[in-house]
């Protein structure tokens, strides 16, 4: 479904107006998540959002499809900036800015649109449950994420799983999703651990399977960052920092 969100999104930047701004802004967004630079990102955010709705208020033709693809962007990038927000463990200001988003889908029916709705609910799940992620009710979360049924909800809930030390789950959830950075994360760090049980055998087993996954995870972050991937929001690229330390600890082999 993921791979869908990113055709829709990559669909609507095509639309949007002004299309190179729009598509500027969105890459410069996930550069500085990639770097971790969250407070500039969140500038970077609420441009989006003001040059959205000035789009949306802007169409002669309130019915065009254009317009309903930049009614969804609002939406899209009010989910950023609450993530970014919770991200920072800003957790009311991201819980308003969240509601502000329901609020804005609510009083729009584009957002029932064929097209729009089934990558809006991954949108607006995914930003609920990391959310309550980040404010540490992870019981919450999980059950938000088990309910979304998306990429993004995979990739959490296997990191959520490695965390507890339940390396079965961590692995059947990021095998889900090996499309993202942060699922290629856990099977790299899955790898690590297989390969420290192999070192403990009577006959040690080396692999660069570990490092393999790790230089995947990164080069994910730059496909994101120079916009081949059409995906602006920070659940996907906010596991930059562990996998830049994995990515320089192990390096890929040559």
């Given amino acids: 479904m993921l791979r869908l969100l990113c055709l829709v999104n990559a669909l609507f930047v095509f639309v949007s107006v002004p299309l190179s701004a729009a598509e500027a802004e969105g890459k410069t967004l ?58 920072q463990k800003h957790d009311r200001e991201a819980e308003q800015v969240f509601e502000q988003a329901e609020q804005y889908a609510a009083a729009h029916p584009e957002f029932k649109y064929h097209l729009i709705e089934p990558g809006w609910q991954e949108v607006i799940n995914g930003t609920r449950g990391l959310l309550l992620e980040k404010k540490g009710d992870l019981k919450a979360a999980q059950a938000v994420y088990e309910s979304t049924r998306s990429e993004d909800a995979f990739a959490r809930l296997a990191l959520l799983a490695l965390r507890r030390g339940d390396q079965d ?10 499309f993202g950075p942060t699922s290629l994360l856990v099977l790299g760090r899955l790898e690590e651990l297989r390969q420290k049980r192999l070192d403990k055998g009577q006959r040690p087993i080396k692999s660069d399977a570990a490092a393999r996954r790790y230089h995947q995870a990164w080069l994910k972050l730059q496909e994101g960052a120079t916009g081949e991937l059409h995906i602006w929001l920070p659940i996907f690229y906010c596991e930059a920092e562990a996998i830049a330390e994995a990515h320089n600890r192990l390096p890929p082999p040559r």
């Fill in 169 to 178: 789950e961590a692995g059947r959830w990021a095998r889900k999703s090996d």
């Fill in 30 to 87: 996930v550069r500085l998540v990639v770097a971790g630079n969250l407070a500039q990102a969140l500038v970077v955010a609420d441009q989006l959002i003001s040059q959205s709705k000035q789009t949306v208020a802007s169409n002669p033709d309130p019915k065009s499809s254009w317009t309903a693809m930049n009614i969804y962007q609002v939406g899209y990038y009010l989910c950023a900036k609450a993530q970014l927000l919770a991200l």
